[in-house]
């Protein structure tokens, strides 16, 4: 039988100052994403009342964490809130988050909505009921945040929520649209932000487990996630394993669009591209339509 021998101790501090420095590395790198997203994209300016939607899940736990650190160096003076929906699935640890946010001293509200009921009487059994949740969690979050003036509405997507979003978008409603780090919501009085815009999924989960952030699972009701957002999944995992990088050239290319080089000519003006004055142009229907355009005969020159 093989004895395991103790690290001796040198060793065992050396490991631990190592994952000290790669923890600091990554916090340090996590600030630098969000400040430069928030920079680019104007997601926050001084004065705003930012809500922080927090799930319990390791996204908005890394959210909450880095804006409370980049709150205290901000060029800007801004307030947050962190706001966690109850939706009153079964088994919901309750206590989780409001303990967690009083330790932090952070100023917070919980939402006490049971929405979990509605969508298991309006979803048929069997069918995956996250897409009428999350509306509903929506609705719940935009309406408590119009009654008490936040400026800002702050949700933990990351860089690989946008780029699957863009692919599900491209291969299920043949679209080439995304999810935008900053949006005006579709009635027009919400703002919404997407401070990890810029940060890789990875990079959240080793930093939520390095914070030991107390996650609540999203799969408490037993819901299974949309098929075709799990295939997309599927796939950026596999391109990512075979051509490591590719989801950072993808999500880049996001921010680098364009139009006159796309076939949509509402965004680029391919009409009016070489198009010679007083040149005679048909539509379609005219193209479609095959009568010829009438020529006018040879040597009869109206200047003439
Ligand atoms: S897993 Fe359950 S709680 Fe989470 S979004 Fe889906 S339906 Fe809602």
Known sequence: ????????????????????????????????????????????????????????????????????????????????????????????????????????????????????????????????????????????????????????????????????????????????SGMPPKLLSDDGRHVVIRPLAYVREADIAAYAEAKRFPIIPCNLCGSQENLQRKQVGLMMQQWERESPGRIETIARALGDIRPSQLSDPKLFDFLSLGHRDGAARADAHAWLAGEPHAAPAPGNDSDA
């Not at 021998?5 to 630098?32: F, I, M, S």
């Not at 109850?86 to 929405?115: C, M, S």
């Not at 979803?123 to 897409?131: I, Y």
């Open 1 to 176: 039988m093989s004895t395991v021998l103790p690290l001796p101790t040198p060793v065992l501090r050396n490991a631990d100052r190592r994952g000290a420095r790669e923890a600091d590395k990554l916090a340090k790198r996590l600030r630098h994403q969000v400040g430069k997203a928030i920079a680019d994209f104007g997601m926050i300016e001084d004065g705003d009342k930012v809500m922080v939607c927090l799930s319990g899940g390791k996204d908005s736990y890394t959210m909450l964490d880095v804006l409370l650190q980049l709150q205290k160096k901000a060029p800007v003076s801004f307030s947050i809130t962190a706001v966690n929906l109850d939706q009153k699935q079964p088994g919901f640890p309750e206590h989780v988050l409001p303990d967690y946010l009083r330790a932090l001293g952070v100023d917070f509200h919980i939402i006490e909505q049971d929405t979990y009921s509605v969508v298991t009487r309006v979803v048929p059994e069997g069918k995956t009921m996250c897409s009428l949740c999350s509306r509903l969690r929506r609705g719940a979050l935009y309406t408590w945040a119009e009654q008490h003036g936040f400026t800002k509405i702050a949700l933990g997507h990351h860089r690989d929520d946008l780029v699957a979003t863009f692919f599900l978008n491209l291969f299920f409603h043949a679209k080439l």
